[in-house]
Structures are given as C-alpha cells and as structure tokens.
C-alpha cells in the first residue's frame, strides 16, 4: 500500500452484488479523469466484480487487497 492521493472513499460494506459496483460507478464520476477512489466492501464476490467492471469500463485497478473480510480497491478514473 502507497502513498496514493485519494480523491474519494465508498464505503459499500455489508452490501451484497451489485450495489458496491453501483456505489463506485456513482463514486467514480464524481472525480476528475486520472483520480483515485478507494471502495471498501465486504462480498467476497466483489473482487471478481471489480476485475470484470475495471476491465469493461477501462477505469484502471491501482490497488487491490483482502483482510479480515473486507476487500480494498483502488481505481484510477479513465
């Protein structure tokens, strides 16, 4: 984990598929291009979520990580 200059932070824990893809799609148009937001959730099937959504959306995965149940991402808005 860097020293990354987050721009927003989404809390989307205890919420299951797809309301944390919602909350970072909200979340990401509401940086600028090139920004950081960092998402927070605790669906397990978030990580395969967020790898499918990165890919389609082309907004770049910077960061991604798992402890104690919770699944840290950070994305780069394209």
Do not use: H, Y
Not at 35 to 60: C, M, Q, Y
């Amino acid at each position: 984990m860097g020293n990354l200059d987050i721009k927003l932070k989404v809390d989307a824990s205890g919420l299951s598929c797809p309301l944390p893809i919602l909350k970072a799609t909200q979340g990401i148009k509401s940086v600028a291009s090139g920004e950081l937001i960092e998402v927070v959730a605790t669906d397990p099937g978030s990580v395969k979520d967020f790898d499918a959504w990165s890919r389609s959306t082309g907004n770049a995965m910077v960061e991604q990580e798992s402890t104690g149940g919770k699944f840290r991402f950070v994305l780069r808005r394209k």
